[in-house]
């Protein structure tokens, strides 16, 4: 049954803090900056933006797999941490993550009612200073298996309602919350008679509607297919039933696999996933406005080619795991997982990409993709595996995080930047420590992106964090250098414009103090410099 819009905050829900290191992040890749490191398992890791340049990151902690949403600076620094709810569960599904444009977080999870004992599934918000603003039964179920309220999603519409989506069973609920109150406006219960329909994403349409994805089949040997449908604000389908769209017309999507997607920052949305029949990764356009797959009937695909040549043998070759991103050039940039059959035992690991225009035609090498990682034979020691984590933005350009295995449970942190036409810009280890990586997330920053993912080598899992700044270095980038300073007190004031003036004209010495676009001479233009820098030095 579904649950009343009355907003419970649970008494144990209160401010609280987890033992999160405090340091800044770190330069170097041996010891990244550790966010969460308790005793017990510290999983899967998201990430919002929070004001200031800040992040917002949420966890499981404690034995119960308790809920957390912290507040880290630009910088890394912790600056607060909430447990929003005392789970007392013994597993962990997906669930969802968002933020809006007033500072606020929200987190959607599946949990169990304090009182009744009865699967829910919730939908909380904290403020921007850690402070619980309210918490929501979004769905009530039948029976105590939380876990059949799993893979959560929640996203901020354009109207700034908030919205929670969430497997019940073998379909899916989605529900529109008064982002002040809490409390529950509409729930459409998305269910096909003779076919199932699991959550897979959402992300935020026009009109403050949304667009939910799922993954349909009618039976465990029948293709799974995804499907998608604009649900308007008012709770109605606008376009594609309740069943929704189908994002391709045939190819099995992988069981157990429920693949997100992207906004394309006019009302529709960009669908990545890989098909098992073969092993390739595909890509969709949904128009936000008509429902329209422009990519065609099936997507398209990030390279046409089933075979290649591993150190001069040809084989199958296998693509998976896609992670997708916009780019300030409106075009979208796919990284996946490469791989070879075996080869007598052997097989050969590497990390591919490829670029669609916004007309879904492939801008490197439609038969191959481009190599980010080549690819590379599995050795004892070498290359155990390679796994895309996320893909992310740097700047004005585009890139992305993977593991490089040693071992099973030795991994190295790579960050990669592509340039427009293929070629990779660079390549920069953020985590070269010894252990497993995964569930990475990622958000941009001033300078590029925060990473995040949960680690561990053997013990419970932890969480880390590193910036990845779009030149390719890692941590914190350089404080900038008050170049009108002249006297470095920290401030420009009429002190460095006695000293500006002194030297006026022509300059005579090396350096030349005062000037500061090094023309040579002291003049106007770097006049014009120090009163644009007037006041405090930047910190």
Known sequence: MRSSPTSIVFASALLA???????????????????????????????????????????FSDTGYDVYVSRVSSTGTLLWSTRVEDRNISSTTDYGMASDS???????????????????????SVDSSGAIRWSTPVYTGTDTNYANLGNGRCVVASDGFVWAAHGVGFDSSVTRVNPTTGAVVSTIYVSEVGAKQMTAGMQPSTDGAVLLSTVRYTTNFSNKILRVRKISADGT????????????????????????????????????????????????????STG??????????????????????????????????????NRVYAYYKAASASIAGIVWYGIGAQCFDSAGVAQWDAANGVMVEDYSPSS???????????????????????????????????????????????????ASDA?????????????????????????????????????????????????????????VNGADLGIELAAW???????????????????????????????????
């Not at 949990?111 to 009744?116: A, E, F, I, Q, T």
């Not at 329209?292 to 075979?307: I, N, Q």
């Not at 010495?509 to 040579?520: Q, R, V």
Request: proline letters at 5%; one cysteine or more.
């Open 435 to 491: 252990t497993q990586k995964y569930r990475f997330s990622a958000s941009p920053c001033a300078t590029g992106s925060i990473l995040a993912w949960q680690a561990n080598a053997g013990g419970p899992s932890d969480i880390f964090a590193a910036r990845i700044n779009s030149d390719g270095t890692v941590g914190n980038p350089a404080a900038p250098v008050c170049i009108a300073d002249l006297n470095n007190d920290g401030v």
């Open 237 to 288: 389908i606008a376009w594609g039933t309740v069943a929704g769209f189908a994002v391709a017309s045939q190819f099995n999507i992988q069981t157990g696999n429920f693949p997100d997607f992207i906004s394309d920052g006019a009302g529709g949305g960009y669908l990545p996933w890989y098909t098992t029949n073969p092993l390739n990764c595909r890509l969709q356009h949904v128009d936000g």
């Open 380 to 430: 004892a020691g070498v290359v155990y595996d390679r796994t895309p984590g996320a893909a992310m933005k740097l700047g004005t350009g585009v890139g992305v995080a993977y593991v490089n295995y040693a071992s099973a449970m030795v991994g190295n942190g790579i960050a990669a930047r592509m340039n427009t036409d293929g070629t990779v810009a660079w390549k920069s280890s953020f």
């Open 505 to 539: 004209g022509i300059c005579s010495g090396t350096p030349c103090i005062g000037d500061l676009n090094n023309d040579g001479v002291v003049n106007g233009a770097d006049l014009g410099i120090m009163l644009a820098a007037w006041g405090n030095c930047p910190v």
């Open 17 to 59: 803090l987890a033992p999160l290191a405090s340091a800044q992040y770190s330069s170097d890749p041996a010891t990244p900056d550790a966010l969460v490191t308790t005793a017990n398992d510290d999983v899967q890791t998201k990430m919002a933006t929070a004001p200031n340049g800040d992040q917002y990151i949420s966890y």
């Open 292 to 329: 329209a797959m422009t990519f065609g009937v099936d997507g398209v695909l990030v390279a046409t080619s089933t075979t290649a040549s591993f150190g001069g043998t040809t084989a199958t070759v296998n693509r998976t795991n896609p992670v997708i991103v916009l780019g300030a050039d």
């Open 102 to 124: 007033l500072g606020n977080a929200y987190v959607c999870y599946n949990s169990l009612d304090p009182v009744s004992g009865l699967a829910q599934f919730r939908l909380s």
